[in-house]
T-cell receptor, first 112, second 113 residues
Framework: NAGVTQTPKFQVLKTGQSMTLQCAQD?????MYWYRQDPGMGLRLIYY???????DKGEVPNGYNVSRLNKREFSLRLESAAPSQTSVYFC???????????FGSGTRLTVV | QKEVEQNSGPLSVPEGAIASLNCTYS??????FFWYRQYSGKSPELIMS????GDKEDGRFTAQLNKASQYVSLLIRDSQPSDSATYLC?????????????FGAGTRLFVKA
């Protein structure tokens, strides 16, 4: 049982570079989420997908885009990385948004 | 602006004691409440959920909810050093088209052997 799988686990980017964070879940969950976690600020929602075929902005969407590729996969793209995007990124999923989440292991991203 | 507030801690308790973690939230329409445990360098893990006023017990953990006071707490009985972690409170409410969850910044707990 893999749960929620995120790749990569670590990444260093230069300012202006682009990259895509991958997330896949094997629990047949409908809803998927991307959060960032910064010291002292808790988890902040970037984007979410309530169900396959839908995506919506969260609290801090600027500088990011997402794709819900199918029911299993939800990717997060940084088109032009900035130092302010240095953070730990977590993907999460749930059966429906009314329940608690299962989190992936996270991606530690540093933008220099 | 909906908010979830937690004391950042650290909260330090001796092994075997009861640890009490508290959380307040701003939206009276909130429907569901969750506690996550996050070890250093790891991802959050759901440990408790509570949906109605009162207490809910699961092993050494008890979640308490008081909607009138907009207050939710987590009690850990017989605290163990392995309970040392950051505990995140999360509050969910219904929005058009679905649900949204806001997380508190977390309380760091240290259990001294």
């Amino acid at each position: 049982n893999a749960g929620v799988t995120q790749t990569p686990k670590f990444q260093v980017l230069k300012t202006g570079q682009s990259m895509t964070l991958q997330c896949a879940q094997d629990m047949n969950h409908n809803s998927m989420y991307w959060y960032r976690q910064d010291p002292g600020m808790g988890l902040r929602l970037i984007y979410y997908s309530a169900s396959e075929g839908t995506t919506d902005k969260g609290e801090v969407p600027n500088g990011y885009n997402v794709s819900r590729l199918n029911k299993r996969e939800f990717s997060l793209r940084l088109e032009s990385a900035a130092p302010s995007q240095t953070s730990v990124y977590f993907c999460a999923s749930t059966v429906t948004g009314a329940y608690g989440y299962t989190f992936g292991s996270g991606t530690r991203l540093t933008v220099v | 602006q909906k908010e979830v507030e937690q004391n950042s801690g650290p909260l330090s308790v001796p092994e075997g004691a009861i640890a009490s973690l508290n959380c307040t939230y701003s939206d009276r329409g909130s429907q569901s409440f969750f506690w996550y445990r996050q070890y250093s360098g790891k991802s959050p893990e759901l440990i408790m959920s509570i949906y109605s006023n009162g207490d809910k017990e699961d092993g050494r953990f008890t979640a308490q909810l008081n909607k009138a006071s907009q207050y939710v707490s987590l009690l850990i009985r017989d605290s163990q050093p392995s309970d040392s972690a950051t505990y995140l409170c999360a509050v969910l409410w219904r929005v058009t088209g679905g649900f949204k969850t806001i997380f508190g910044a977390g309380t760091r707990l240290f259990v001294k052997a």
